[in-house]
């Protein structure tokens, strides 16, 4: 154990001194990125229900989405033609299953869902109740794809779940109302959405988030068409293009940046913050009142989400040899050689030799090992 440890401060002093001073905290950038997708998410639903009043559910759905995608394309395209470095790996056939996987849970049944679910309840509590959304992630990260899970995480799911039932109290029960159910069900389907977008998330997001919108917010405008909704004036149209491209495409992108250095698991618990952002705006923006069981939801749902801030995951642990393609720097998971000079970050297909070492580290790219 004490050579392999030597190995290590050997293999660290050498990346510092070829100026490779890339080694970070666990928590960055990953957290941030989830933070702030969260935000700008958390955010935009108190302004789509200010527009429902005017706009149909689903025309609004496919309005935000298309804003997204388009707003993201013109930054693809203007990143190309002011000459910025493509230092994204792109997306190639076999990712083409799961892409189409992602539009249709996330790009097409969420927002639908989300916008009924918000003309038949309120702004602050379908925020509160999109916790459901990180919930749903975590579980099917840790059934389905095998995922660590710890007691503290474990706890802080809990809470959250708590705060949503506290939510949908009446004082005989839970109100499982058309509008709750609805949210619940957008939820499901961005949980699938996420852990499935984990598939992508070493591809360029901005490409991925891209395709997602233009193509999941042609068909909802589409459909929406074709059932009779009025399109809205201009100025509506725009205000949805601006609220999609910051809440719906900016976030998606942080959220599959997120993704790479966090897991599906930990980056919904992250991405948890959302609802509360969207609360306290909708009390502030709408009007809506600051009620008992919107407080004790909050602290429920905030000690769970710092629960979840609080983990720190760190043992001795085998890197085996792995080949992929991503965005990267000559890190100290990054060892290759190059014929000649290159800049960084950059991205091509490469090699990792196995490696042991101790370190704090969540389920990203290149910690996917299993746990006793």
């Given at each position: 154990m004490q050579g392999r440890g030597f190995a290590l401060r050997r293999l660290l002093k050498r990346c510092k001194s070829e100026g490779m001073k890339y080694i970070h905290s666990h928590l960055w950038p990953?957290?941030?990125?989830?933070?702030?997708?969260?935000?700008?998410?958390?955010?935009?639903?108190?302004?789509?229900?200010?527009?429902?009043?005017?706009?149909?559910?689903?025309?609004?759905?496919?309005?935000?989405?298309?804003?997204?995608?388009?707003?993201?394309?013109?930054?693809?395209?203007?990143?190309a033609t002011f000459g910025v470095p493509a230092q994204e790996a792109p997306l190639r056939r076999h990712d083409l299953p799961w892409l189409a996987a992602v539009v249709l849970f996330g790009g097409l049944a969420g927002p639908l869902l989300l916008m009924l679910g918000l003309s038949h309840t309120s702004a602050a509590s379908g925020s509160l109740l999109l916790n459901l959304e990180g919930l749903a992630t975590?579980?099917?990260?840790?059934?389905?794809?095998?995922e660590n899970v710890d007691r503290r995480l474990i706890l802080g799911a809990f809470a959250m779940l708590v705060g949503a039932v506290v939510l949908s109290w009446n004082g005989e029960?839970?109100?499982?109302?058309?509008?709750?159910a609805l949210i619940a069900a957008a939820c499901l389907a961005?949980?699938?959405?996420?852990?499935?977008?984990?598939?992508?998330?070493?591809?360029?997001?901005?490409?991925?988030?891209?395709?997602?919108?233009?193509?999941?917010?042609?068909?909802?405008?589409?459909?929406?068409?074709?059932?009779?909704?009025?399109m809205p004036s201009l100025a509506m149209i725009g205000a949805a293009a601006v609220v999609g491209f910051l809440g719906v495409g900016v976030s998606l992108v942080l959220f599959m940046l997120a993704l790479r250095h966090l897991g599906a698991a930990r980056t919904g618990a992250y991405f948890s913050l959302a609802p509360f952002i969207g609360a306290v705006i909708a009390v502030g923006l709408l009007g809506e009142p600051v009620t008992v069981q919107l407080v004790v939801a909050g602290a429920l749902m905030g000690m769970g989400l710092w629960l979840h801030l609080a983990e720190r995951h760190e043992h001795a642990h085998?890197?085996?040899?792995?080949?992929?393609?991503?965005?990267?720097?000559?890190?100290?998971?990054?060892?290759?050689?190059?014929?000649?000079?290159?800049?960084?970050?950059?991205?091509?297909?490469?090699?990792?030799?196995?490696?042991?070492?101790?370190?704090?580290?969540?389920?990203?790219?290149?910690?996917?090992?299993?746990h006793v």
């Open positions: 990953g957290v941030p990125l989830a933070l702030v997708s969260a935000v700008l998410f958390g955010a935009s639903a108190p302004f789509a229900k200010l527009l429902l009043g005017t706009v149909s559910p689903q025309l609004l759905a496919g309005l935000l989405y298309l804003g997204a995608g388009i707003g993201l394309a013109i930054v693809h395209v203007s990143r975590m579980l099917i990260a840790w059934v389905v794809f095998r029960g839970v109100r499982l109302d058309a509008g709750a961005w949980g699938i959405d996420n852990n499935l977008t984990r598939k992508l998330s070493s591809s360029d997001p901005v490409v991925t988030a891209t395709i997602k919108g233009v193509v999941a917010g042609s068909v909802n405008v589409a459909l929406a068409l074709m059932l009779g909704a009025a085998l890197h085996e040899t792995m080949e992929h393609e991503h965005a990267h720097v000559h890190d100290e998971h990054h060892q290759h050689h190059h014929d000649g000079p290159v800049t960084e970050p950059h991205s091509h297909w490469h090699r990792h030799e196995p490696l042991r070492h101790t370190h704090p580290h969540y389920p990203d790219l290149h910690h996917q090992h299993g």
